[in-house]
């Protein structure tokens, strides 16, 4: 009879989780947390820099093909600009003859978000590191 509760209570005592255990998921829980909390917060700024550095990119590609006398530049219209980029160009006379000046790969939303940042000005496609809806005068794209 003695052996019969013995073996019960050994049982029970397998099953349960220990003091130690307890604080020990708890402890890995909040490191988890800790790590995932900050990465939902920085969603935007992470998208921000996507659409600056594409934005940097595009700039940079316009002003290279205006070197080799390729105009991109559409109407002081920013979306037209930065879609004629994205479509490629190549130059037919000077030093870069031959060359081809594209970005590719982008997607609408990478278009959309790089607008943001760029806006024209006297026949130039200009980067600007805050959004362009937020220039002072009310400076429209």
Do not use: W
Not at 8 to 19: C, D
Not at 81 to 108: C, D, K, N, Q, Y
């Amino acid at each position: 009879m003695k052996t019969l509760a013995h073996n019960s209570m050994q049982r029970r005592a397998r099953s349960a989780f220990s003091l130690f255990e307890a604080l020990m998921f708890i402890a890995i829980l909040g490191v988890m947390a800790g790590i995932a909390v900050p990465m939902l917060s920085q969603n935007d700024s992470v998208y921000a820099a996507r659409d600056r550095r594409n934005a940097q990119e595009l700039c940079s590609t316009c002003m290279m093909a205006q070197a080799a006398e390729l105009n991109f530049v559409q109407d002081d219209s920013v979306i037209d600009t930065v879609r004629a980029i994205v479509r490629g160009g190549m130059s037919v006379r000077g030093a870069a003859r031959g060359r081809v000046f594209v970005v590719p790969g982008l997607s609408e939303e990478d278009i959309q978000g790089a607008v943001k940042y760029l806006r024209v000005k006297d026949g130039q496609l200009m980067y600007t590191t805050t959004e362009a809806s937020a220039l002072p005068g009310g400076q429209a794209l």
